[in-house]
């Protein structure tokens, strides 16, 4: 008779720990890797957790709007100074061109076109880097979830259709705003 308890609450647990499911995402998740170092989040209380999620789903609707937009000008405004002169860079344009070519090549052999023939487009400056990547890729983001790597400095992410974890920005707070530093 005890076998007749046993099943159902095996099949509860086999049911739970089905992959199929996608799983919500813990706020405060296990150490995040950058590079070759890895960097353990710090903990802070649900109620600081609760505030800057509200604060910086906040800050990325202005963000998706001043993308929409094409407001470039105005995106520059959001971004750490530091981060603004590696967008301009040579090596990280040369990563970016490269990496935009593939994409663009793959998108062309989607639809059924010669991945041959796609055009290099070089990424010259910032304002290429915005107007070839960041606008067609970051107009419509979603916040899903944060993870304090400092207490002033935040990974934001949004959470995909399979339950991946996707970064979408490295954040800190400079000078009491909100910049992408990443």
């Not at 001043?66 to 301009?88: K, Q």
Request: net charge negative.
């Amino acid at each position: 008779m005890k076998e007749a308890g046993v099943l159902p609450f095996l099949l509860v647990i086999l049911l739970w720990s089905c992959g199929s499911v996608p799983q919500p995402v813990e706020p405060f998740a296990p150490a995040v890797d950058r590079g070759a170092v890895a960097v353990q989040p710090v903990q802070v209380t649900e109620e600081t957790y609760l505030s800057t999620m509200a604060e910086l789903q906040t800050f990325i609707e202005a963000l998706n709007t001043i993308i929409r937009a094409r407001d470039y000008d105005a995106w520059v405004g959001y971004l750490a100074n530091s981060f603004y002169a590696e967008i301009n860079s040579g090596e990280f344009l040369a990563r970016r061109t490269e990496e935009l070519f593939r994409r663009d090549q793959m998108v062309a052999s989607n639809m059924g076109r010669n991945p041959r023939l796609v055009q290099r487009r070089e990424l010259q400056n910032s304002r290429d880097f915005f107007y070839h990547v960041v606008v067609p890729a970051r107009s419509n983001d979603r916040l899903d979830a944060i993870t304090f790597v400092t207490e002033t400095r935040v990974n934001a992410y949004t959470v995909d259709a399979r339950g991946n974890r996707l970064v979408l920005y490295d954040l800190e707070r400079i000078g009491g705003r909100w910049m992408i530093i990443n």
